[in-house]
């Protein structure tokens, strides 16, 4: 069992940064991935960006260069930092630990990006 506890959502106007936090309790040695997922009104959620047990990145196209994933072993905790923030990543941002075959989920964050 894994517990996961998102933080650092909010309102930044568009060009701004923000820095989402995920807390991450229970069997954490046994997690593979973790994860940052995002859900806007009206459309599917969709996988942001990846970071493996063994440091392996990956990001979706649509962030790629505007936000970083890493993660603090000793906290237990993933960060997202968002740069350069667009109104089209107004969304959920849920934070997701994989431990296979099983997949994890925080309850989610607000990010609102508007003048």
């Known amino acids: 069992q894994v517990h996961l506890v998102e933080s650092g959502g909010g309102l930044v106007q568009p060009g701004g940064s923000l820095r989402l936090s995920c807390a991450a309790s229970?069997?954490?040695?046994?997690?593979?991935?973790m994860s940052w997922y995002r859900q806007a009104p009206g459309k599917q959620r969709e996988l942001v960006a990846t970071?493996?047990?063994?440091?392996?990145?990956n990001y979706a196209d649509s962030v790629k260069g505007r936000f970083t994933i890493s993660r603090d072993n000793a906290k237990n905790t993933v960060y997202l930092q968002m740069n350069s923030l667009k109104p089209e990543d107004t969304a959920v941002y849920y934070c997701?630990?994989?431990?296979?075959?099983?997949?994890?989920w925080g309850q989610g964050t607000q990010v609102t990006v508007s003048s």
């Open positions: 997701n630990g994989f431990l296979p075959p099983i997949h994890y």
């Open positions: 229970g069997n954490i040695f046994s997690i593979y991935a």
């Open positions: 970071i493996t047990s063994g440091g392996s990145t």
